[in-house]
């Protein structure tokens, strides 16, 4: 099997090809910008690893990263099992959390469809905080799962009221339904038992501060999945995009696109959830982003969007950390301080439109 | 693609065992002991620990300086209204007068959203924390830096078997402080004082049980909140004999909500609520202005209120898990209801 790059326009678009297993279209300025924004998470990455409460000297930091075996017991500990994985696990999170996002803007064709703003968070959180409140004994990594149970009943409720998963009354049967969720939210931080209640809310603040290799190993299954499958359909969602009788016509089965777009956004955000708690805005904004700075073709959208939720959760997380130590502000109160912003913003620009 | 995870993983846990083994020892000739801790966990911690964090302001932090234990760290709050914005202790700042600026002692962020890099920076032999750090993923992290025992406080918890009132609990994280002798001393001093106090009471009113007091608090949400467990203000209440109204003795949880149309049914010769000298917006107007805007005209048929009786105590300062509080409750009771006249319940009548 060789890979092959088959020109499709000399000057604006390429193919990538294994085979005859794999064909990605692509434009190099497409690339290039992406090369930039993963440059921006590097960067990034090297200027907050240095940096903590634990007084560490930037050589001793990299000592530590590139040469273990002469790090201190301190080195190690501070760098690989506290900054490492919360650095990573936070592009992980953004990254699924704003692919989970494009998808859902994707398939309801409406820039301000989110996981968050449709229920498809909530669902996720009243599952799994159900199975924490009353002490199920159910251990963390099935929380995934119960998270994607929570989420996918939810989305087919609301599919199941709007009949299709386009437009703006989409969006706002979400929005109903993800409002009925929080009540049942409250309800359970009302009558649990106070100290589940207290780890609950902690939780559901949207913090990365419990980072672990495990709560990463948890989640990485779930985002190999979930953005191999949204890798996979970028050219039917592309397609799609033409309508309904030309995509038909192109051999693209829509009803069964959506279906597995909207599955993949649920798996995503519920293993978002369930390894970090709520954390919000991320797939309304890095979309956005991605199609200002990337591209908006899917494959664009959805690699530009991955890039960009990891650059903004990085940011979130790395700020609520440094800026105001040890006081640590969790990245979803950083986040919704970014978000809630861009969302009134984006509802006055389609005020005219809604 | 294969996703090779058993070799990653194999590979990162072996680095994290080696980490944690490397962090954990203890320090050169330290003496060490096993505790069960309040989740049943079994911790080897040292028999006199040198550099303690603790992680709970008014039911660990509190104690432990009360015990002029070994305490180099702690997690705090910071309120714009208190102390200036500087971080404090709940508890231990209006019972004891802590101040993290006037002292060595570290402050390492709040209570369950700590600094775990300031508490690395510490180098903790011990650290105490409540039982919600095993339950947000951030037990490993702790067990990383030093042994970390955890203590339960919430009086509804299944998983805690033994005794769970503020003294049992002080007396548990003075065990594992090391510092179960200063415990012990002060406690038979406390226990002269209530002896000496319960005699009073017996001497003033007879039989205390006929008495009739109850907590109440009105967060303004439009219900009252009734606990019957509300640390040393109900553990003093029982200590010195007072009885508490029908609604509250027979509730089966540790607090009632109540609607004000339950109100009149929480008769008593005396009502407590609880306010903040640190914080204006809890003073005692302001939550007296509360309960006339839930019902207005409510003290023509609650007695304790009607005749004067609806009285106020600090709730920073009852709070903690300390000889301190339960000395500042007992004073209060004390000058409140013991030591002055009172109109009681079955001597008045009632607006219908």
């Known amino acids: 099997m060789t890979a092959v790059e088959v020109p499709v326009s000399p000057r604006r678009q390429r193919t990538f090809r294994i085979g005859r297993w794999l064909s990605l279209p692509y434009r190099p300025r497409t690339i290039i910008r992406g090369a930039i924004l993963i440059l921006v998470i590097m960067a990034i990455v090297g200027v907050v690893l240095p940096m903590g409460s634990f007084n560490l000297p930037a050589d001793r930091v990299w000592r530590a990263v590139f040469n273990p075996a002469a790090a201190s017991s301190d080195e190690l500990l501070i760098v690989w099992e506290f900054r490492i994985p919360r650095i990573l696990l936070g592009i992980l999170i953004g990254a699924m959390l704003a692919v989970a996002g494009a998808l859902m803007q994707s398939v309801t064709r409406n820039g301000l469809a989110d996981p968050g703003l449709i229920g498809v968070t909530e669902g996720a959180t009243v599952v799994i905080l159900f199975t924490v409140i009353i002490d199920t004994g159910i251990p963390p990594q099935w929380y995934p799962a119960l998270g994607m149970v929570g989420g996918a009943l939810v989305a087919a409720f609301v599919l199941f009221l709007t009949r299709r998963a386009v437009g703006v009354k989409f969006v706002l049967i979400g929005i109903g339904v993800s409002a009925f969720l929080s009540a049942g939210i409250s309800i359970f931080l009302t009558y649990g038992n106070i100290s589940q209640v207290q780890s609950a809310m902690v939780w559901m603040a949207g913090s990365l501060a419990p980072a672990s290799w495990d709560i990463i190993l948890r989640a990485l299954p779930w985002a190999i999945a979930g953005l191999a499958a949204a890798v996979l359909t970028t050219r039917a969602t592309d397609a799609s995009l033409l309508g309904h009788t030309a995509s038909t016509a192109l051999g693209i089965r829509g009803f069964r696109l959506r279906i597995i777009l909207i599955v993949t956004s649920v798996a995503l955000t519920a293993a978002s959830v369930a390894a970090v708690g709520t954390l919000g805005f991320v797939g309304l904004v890095a979309p956005h982003l991605a199609r200002f700075l990337v591209g908006a073709n899917q494959s664009a959208l959805i690699a530009g969007s991955a890039a960009c939720g990891a650059v903004l959760v990085l940011l979130a997380d790395s700020l609520g950390r440094l800026v105001f130590a040890p006081i640590q502000i969790p990245a979803g109160i950083v986040m919704a301080l970014i978000g809630v912003p861009f969302f009134l913003w984006l509802l006055w620009r389609r005020r005219h439109t809604l | ?352």
């Open chain 2, 1 to 352: 693609m294969r996703f090779p995870s058993r070799p990653l993983r194999g590979l990162l846990l072996a680095l994290g065992s080696i980490v944690a083994v490397m962090s954990v020892q203890p320090a050169f000739g330290q003496a060490m002991r096993t505790v069960t801790d309040d989740t049943g966990r079994e911790v080897a911690i040292p028999v006199d620990p040198q550099r303690i964090v603790s992680l709970r302001g008014e039911q660990i932090t509190a104690p432990l300086l009360e015990l002029g234990a070994n305490l180099v760290g702690a997690g705090g709050v910071v309120s714009p209204a208190i102390n200036g914005g500087q971080p404090y202790v709940r508890g231990a700042f209006d019972i004891l007068d802590f101040r993290f600026e006037a002292s060595t002692i570290a402050f390492v962020g709040g209570d369950n959203d700590f600094d775990i890099e300031a508490i690395a920076a510490l180098r903790p032999d011990l650290i105490i924390a409540p039982a919600v750090a095993a339950a947000t993923d951030r037990l490993p992290q702790l067990e990383a830096i030093a042994p970390t025992v955890l203590l339960i406080f919430a009086t509804n918890d299944p998983r805690l078997t033994g005794g769970n009132t503020s003294l049992e609990r002080y007396r548990r994280v003075a065990d594992w402080a090391g510092r179960l002798e200063q415990f012990n001393a002060l406690e038979a001093a406390f226990a002269d004082r209530l002896a000496r106090y319960r005699t009073i009471v017996e001497a003033t009113l007879g039989d205390p049980a006929r008495v009739v007091v109850s907590h109440i608090d009105n967060h303004g949400v439009g219900t009252y909140q009734v606990l019957r467990h509300y640390d040393m203000l109900t553990e003093m209440i029982d200590a010195l004999g007072f009885a508490y109204p029908a609604i509250v003795a027979e509730a089966t949880g540790p607090s009632v909500a109540m609607s004000a149309e339950l109100l009149p049914q929480l008769q008593t010769d005396f009502l407590i609520s609880t306010f903040r000298s640190a914080s204006e917006n809890d003073y005692p107007d302001a939550i007296r202005a509360r309960f006339d805007e839930t019902l207005p005209g409510w003290q023509e048929f609650v007695h304790a209120a009607k005749y004067g009786q609806h009285i106020f105590i600090d709730r920073e300062q009852m709070r903690t898990a300390t000889f301190a509080s339960a000395r500042y409750v007992l004073d209060f009771l004390m000058a409140n209801i013991v030591l002055r006249p009172f109109t009681a319940l079955g001597e008045a009548t009632l607006a219908p």
